[in-house]
């Protein structure tokens, strides 16, 4: 019998560079009972008080009732990285609290979550045979010119971060450098397709998106993600681009 997936969420933070957008990522802690070690973006488990927060706005897509999921990415982008998507300035205890797990955003009322600058991007639950299951949102979010892009890792879930555009992370996945989960991956390589930041949310407002439920296919020691669509899982609502991604020689390879 498949773990119920617990609801999650995460939001792609980028800037537009000299070179294109660029992402910020923070690589998790050895610890993490979750792809240890790994390069995600921020985020984690939607929290009961996530749907009482403050907030404002709305996003294409997402009805009122799942809302929380935006408020827990703009929540865990905090906590994980230090920035803060939405009106007011957060207390300097606040963090340490929400880290520790003792405190809330409702611990900070002058703190309103800016659901509306998020466009949601995909949303993703993890294969039933796995013994953690997450149904997580992926949103986006560009940050302007003239906001702090400053942020650092919280040096507990997670240890290192940095500023990456897409397709240098996928190279550095490629060379086996810079662990990254599958829905990481697939997702870094559809947005090394674009030029700016502006374009990605263009394009996010305009996606169609539906739940992708992966399969563990295990053979002969090689493990792949199998996609709806690939002719070994045939589906109405196939997804675009790669249908399976393998694990072979250190690193991820998408067909």
Not at 40 to 50: C, H, K
Not at 89 to 104: I, M, Q, V
Not at 236 to 247: L, Q, W
Request: aromatic share 10%; charged share 25%.
């Amino acid at each position: 019998m498949a773990v119920e997936a617990r609801p999650a969420a995460t939001v792609i933070v980028m800037r537009d560079g000299n070179s294109g957008p660029e992402l910020l990522m923070l690589k998790r802690s050895g610890s993490s009972g979750f792809f240890p070690h790994a390069w995600v973006f921020p985020g984690g488990r939607v929290d009961s008080s996530d749907q009482e927060a403050a907030r404002r706005g709305s996003i294409d897509g997402v009805p009122p009732r799942d809302h929380a999921y935006a408020v827990a990415a703009i929540r865990e982008t905090f906590e994980e990285a230090g920035v803060w998507l939405g009106d007011g300035t957060p207390p300097p205890t606040l963090r340490e609290a929400l880290n520790s797990r003792n405190g809330s955003l409702g611990d900070a009322p002058m703190l309103v979550a800016d659901i509306g600058r998020l466009e949601w991007w995909s949303w993703w639950i993890t294969p039933e045979l796995e013994p953690k299951r997450y149904d997580t949102r992926f949103f986006v979010t560009l940050l302007g010119e003239s906001e702090n892009h400053d942020a650092c890792h919280d040096d507990k879930e997670t240890v290192s971060s940095i500023w990456i555009r897409p397709s240098d992370a996928v190279t550095r996945s490629n060379v086996g450098d810079f662990f990254l989960a599958p829905p990481t991956f697939l997702t870094l390589q559809e947005l090394s397709m674009f030029s700016t930041g502006a374009e990605i949310m263009e394009a996010a407002a305009r996606r169609d998106v539906r739940p992708i439920l992966p399969r563990l296919d295990v053979n002969d020691g090689t493990w792949a993600i199998v996609l709806p669509g690939d002719p070994a899982y045939p589906s109405d609502t196939p997804v675009d681009g790669a249908t399976r991604v393998e694990f072979r020689q250190g690193r991820w390879w998408s067909s």
